[in-house]
Antibody, heavy 120, light 106 residues
């Protein structure tokens, strides 16, 4: 059974940093691209970033402040958030892509999310 | 960026109805369009991929169609558990944009 469990969320002040983690199990982690998708309170879904199965290629909607990475030896996906702003407040979901490359394929499994709040 | 437009943002229906939810892309995305269902307090769930392929375990009352820029999610014989918010997403080109969602209400 595929399981994705996010952690690392919390309250952070504007300008601060946070690292989110997503522990994956139930599938061969290195063979699938992974993504982060966020949802601000009461709002819709927003794609944040994706990474290929090998980790060699990354794609991001928030260039310069957010960095996606993965450790295929530990089956963990990461998202490093820097210089955070109030508008980054959201529930951050980890999701598995249906292929090794995030392009052209859907997200077929999702975690339950980790809440990030940016506030002073 | 490709804009994905879902209109209306909410739709009222009744159990047993057949409903059609549209999604329009601002430029062609072939059939690289997915539909997700999100119930309150839950993570999204994949319903349809490739514009028309039913996801694993998804009931056959759900169907998808379209290509290019215009897509449709159809739910036949609405069940109580179908009242949720539905999102479309394109994975043709980054950023992999979502529509703003259509909330299906009783």
């Amino acid at each position: 059974e595929v399981q994705l469990v996010e952690s690392g969320g919390g309250l952070v002040e504007p300008g601060g940093s946070l690292r989110l983690s997503c522990a994956a199990s139930g599938f061969t982690f290195s063979k699938y691209a992974m993504s982060w998708v966020r949802q601000a309170p009461g709002k819709g879904l927003e794609w944040v970033s994706s990474i290929s199965g090998t980790g060699g290629d990354t794609f991001s909607a928030v260039k310069g402040r957010f960095t996606i990475s993965r450790d295929n030896s530990k089956n963990i996906l990461y998202l490093e958030l820097k210089n955070m702003r109030a508008e980054d407040t959201a529930l951050y979901y980890c999701a598995k892509a249906q292929g090794e490359w995030p392009h052209l394929v859907p997200l077929d499994y999702w975690g339950r999310g980790t809440l990030v709040t940016v506030s002073s | 960026d490709i804009q994905m437009t879902q209109s209306p943002s909410s739709l009222s229906a009744s159990v047993g109805d057949r409903v059609t939810l549209p999604c329009r892309a601002s430029q062609t995305i072939s059939t690289y369009l997915s539909w997700y269902q999100q119930k309150a307090g839950e993570a999204p769930k994949l319903l349809i991929s490739g514009a028309s392929s039913l996801g694993s375990g998804v009931p056959s009352r759900f169907s998808g169609s379209g290509s290019g820029t215009d897509f449709t999610l159809t739910i036949s014989n609405l069940q109580p558990e179908d009242f949720a918010t539905y999102y479309c997403q394109q994975t043709f080109i980054t950023p992999y944009t979502f529509g703003q969602g259509t909330k299906l209400e009783i």
